[in-house]
């Protein structure tokens, strides 16, 4: 069983006031992702949908393309070796995909980062088609996403320390919801569920994070074909300029009760 939060001792000080009290902290552990057996990437991550998150990651960085790509997903962890229980082996099928991962491990190094250092914004456009659809949603629908998302965030409730990622589908229904220390392993939670669900592409869904809006999540969301990305927080430049050339519509600063879009304002309708 996994655990989301831990509980640790502080010492609160409150106006020169010490007291002693117990409290709970967000759970950090390292993933290590192995691919037919051998080490891959190490992901530092909030345990629990381990599988979501390594099927997730790897569409990321783009060693799978779909479903049918994976073939198997196992926690390597038996009675006699429970020190392995932070490792996750993913056996691949189809020759393109085995093929794919020759060629990233004569270059990964580091999980940290997807794409970041890899490829150029001119190589990722290349490789993936722009968005073109004719999707839209409410603005007042959007409004809302941060607070029904934070509604859904048992683990932040307990720990206050964690990221979340939702998905809201074409009825505005709350499909899933993802909590994560790190922001992009929440997005990689949603989207490999959805992967190994078989429900990608997500061209009539938008993605909801709780923080700021990066490269990495701008890019998640276009590999999964989200049309669009709303943040609670800012958005980076490079976030911003990969919006506006692949087709997401990007929103930044979703709180209060207005937000600025930064790319393709046509998707966000007032009624």
């Not at 992901?43 to 049918?68: C, K, N, W, Y």
């Not at 722009?130 to 409730?157: I, K, M, T, Y």
Request: net charge negative; aromatic share 4%.
């Amino acid at each position: 069983m996994f655990e989301t939060s831990r509980e640790v001792e502080v010492t609160r000080v409150r106006a020169g006031v010490r007291d002693a009290l117990r409290d709970h902290a967000a759970t950090e552990e390292p993933m290590e992702v192995r691919i037919h057996g051998e080490p891959f990437a190490v992901i530092m991550r909030t345990p629990g949908r381990d599988h979501d998150l390594a099927a997730g990651f790897l569409l990321s960085e783009q060693v799978v393309r779909g479903p049918d790509e994976i073939g198997l997903i196992r926690h390597c962890a038996a009675p006699e070796t429970p020190e392995l229980k932070n490792v996750v082996d993913v056996t691949l099928q189809g020759k393109p995909a085995v093929e794919r991962i020759r060629e990233r491990r004569q270059v990964v190094t580091s999980s940290s980062c997807g794409l970041c250092g890899r490829v150029t914004l001119d190589s990722l456009h290349a490789q993936i088609p722009s968005l073109d659809d004719a999707w839209e949603v409410a603005g007042a629908s959007v409004l809302a996403w941060p607070r029904r998302l934070r509604e859904a965030q048992d683990a932040f409730e307990r720990t206050g320390g964690m990221h979340a990622a939702g998905l809201f589908d074409a009825s505005d229904t709350l499909v899933d919801v993802a909590e994560d220390v790190g922001r992009h392993n929440a997005v990689d939670k949603i989207v490999g569920r959805m992967l190994l669900l078989e429900r990608l592409p997500l061209s009539s869904c938008g993605l909801a994070v709780s923080g700021r809006a990066s490269f990495e999540i701008v890019q998640k969301a276009l590999l999964a074909r989200i049309p669009l990305v709303a943040a609670v927080s800012a958005p980076s430049t490079l976030a911003i300029e990969l919006a506006e050339e692949s087709g997401v519509t990007l929103l930044g600063f979703v709180r209060d009760g207005g937000y600025n879009i930064y790319s393709h304002p046509r998707r966000v309708v007032s009624v």
